[in-house]
């Protein structure tokens, strides 16, 4: 069936680091490809998206790109601030189908 | 900006229970969805509902769960006898054409 899979979690970097998360996905379909982030308290918020193969999503700093050779939809970005800190996920949607299929979350910390 | 609502945040409740779990979603969305995440585990998608019926569910979705969108605003989730398995996070989503879907705060179900 169509999986998600996450790097693990929890992930702590300094302030200014560089931050990868590492998502890889097993898919039937054609998925369009997201990350969400979760900040303390509150809902999950579309971070970016890709719907096909070779497109970049970017959104506050943040950028992910789709790699249906690998699989993959990494997320990248050059300099992490404390106010990144939160849950990151990983999601795909299958062209067609209602329902996301979500990684298990990562969980960041950015120290200043 | 429009957000999607969920009350309560925390509901405790005792095994075998009917516990009711409320969301507005927003207001000129036309899609909504339950999804539940089980501490530590991956957020999972329970059901989706369009045009006043369940478009799609899962099988953790079965005959103790119900959905209802009562009043034009309200999408509701009813467990109708609840078990420890049930203890979650509940979110409910909302999209206008089946593209990014917009979360809720969730709604946090401890039973005992």
């Known amino acids: 069936g169509d999986s998600v899979t996450q790097m693990e979690g929890p992930v702590t970097l300094s302030e200014e680091a560089f931050l990868t998360i590492n998502c890889t996905y097993t898919?039937?379909?054609?998925?369009?490809l997201f990350w969400y982030v979760q900040y303390p308290g509150e809902g999950l918020q579309l971070l970016l998206k890709?719907?096909?193969?070779?497109d970049k999503g970017s959104n506050k700093g943040f950028e992910a790109t789709y790699r249906k050779e690998t699989t993959s939809f990494h997320l990248e970005k050059g300099s992490v601030q404390v106010s990144d800190s939160a849950v990151y996920f990983c999601?795909?949607?299958?062209?067609?189908?209602?329902?996301?299929?979500f990684g298990q979350g990562t969980r960041l910390t950015i120290n200043p | 900006e429009p957000e999607v609502t969920q009350t309560p945040s925390h509901q405790v409740t005792q095994m075998g229970q009917e516990v009711i779990l409320r969301c507005v979603p927003i207001?000129?969305?036309?899609?909504f969805y339950w999804y539940r995440q089980i501490l530590g585990q991956k957020v999972e998608f329970l059901v989706s509902?369009?045009?006043?019926?369940?478009?799609?569910k899962s099988e953790i979705f079965d005959d103790q769960f119900s959905v209802e969108r009562p009043d034009g605003s309200n999408f509701t989730l009813k467990i109708r006898s609840t078990k420890l398995e049930d203890s979650a996070m509940y979110f409910c989503?909302?999209?206008?054409?089946?593209?990014?879907?917009?979360f809720g705060p969730g709604t946090r179900l401890t039973v005992t």
């Open positions: 890709a719907t096909k193969a070779d």
């Open positions: 989503a909302s999209t206008f054409a089946r593209d990014e879907q917009y």
């Open positions: 207001s000129n969305h036309l899609y």
């Open positions: 509902f369009y045009n006043n019926e369940i478009s799609e």
């Open positions: 898919a039937t379909g054609y998925p369009s």
């Open positions: 999601a795909l949607k299958i062209q067609g189908a209602q329902k996301l299929v």
